[in-house]
């Protein structure tokens, strides 16, 4: 452009931009609003998923979750740094439920009792068969193999006290 025109085009480029950034600045502290709005909804989510905790019902505790999870996702965007804070608090009470649903299923699971049961009904011979040893070895007069017998019969009793807690610990 000549040198006459450059002053006109620059104060009308100026314009253009000052029109231009004061609408983005409008269009940022509008969604500024939105997210701190969004921000609050969620911290209250937050709050109500972390009174589920520690976790009893583990039913009600799952639904309830997902319905608050569920809201939570209809929410939206928050600020970008308060993001991590709000965001971790709900993965905390995710985990928790994780943890309650794999905790349940050891408890439950079926083939693990059934290992369990095996294990245990296994030792509970081991332990009767070494008893009737130690009583035969005592009967004949050799105290040296009955003693020996008595310490791994000892060894083999606990083995069977953990089985049997274990055992417990489904339910049997």
Request: proline content about 2%; aromatic content about 6%; glycine content about 8%.
């Amino acid at each position: 452009a000549q040198r006459e025109h450059e002053d006109d085009l620059w104060n009308r480029f100026r314009g253009a931009q000052d029109i231009f950034f004061a609408a983005r600045s409008s269009v940022f502290a509008e969604r500024d609003v939105e997210q701190a709005e969004n921000l609050k909804l969620k911290e209250a989510l937050a709050g109500e998923a972390e009174k589920l905790l520690p976790i009893g019902d583990l039913k009600g505790a799952r639904a309830a979750f997902r319905s608050i999870n569920e809201r939570w996702e209809a929410i939206g965007h928050v600020p970008r740094d308060a993001r991590p804070r709000v965001e971790g608090r709900m993965q905390a009470v995710e985990r928790a439920l994780q943890d309650a649903e794999e905790s349940e299923w050891r408890r439950t699971n079926p083939e693990a009792r059934a290992r369990a049961e095996g294990l245990t009904g296994q030792l509970q011979a081991a332990v009767d068969k070494l008893r009737g040893q130690v009583e035969q070895a005592r009967i004949q007069g050799n105290h040296a193999k009955a003693d020996k017998l008595e310490r791994e019969l000892e060894g083999r009793q606990a083995l069977l006290d953990q089985a049997l807690n274990g055992l417990r610990e489904f339910g049997g």
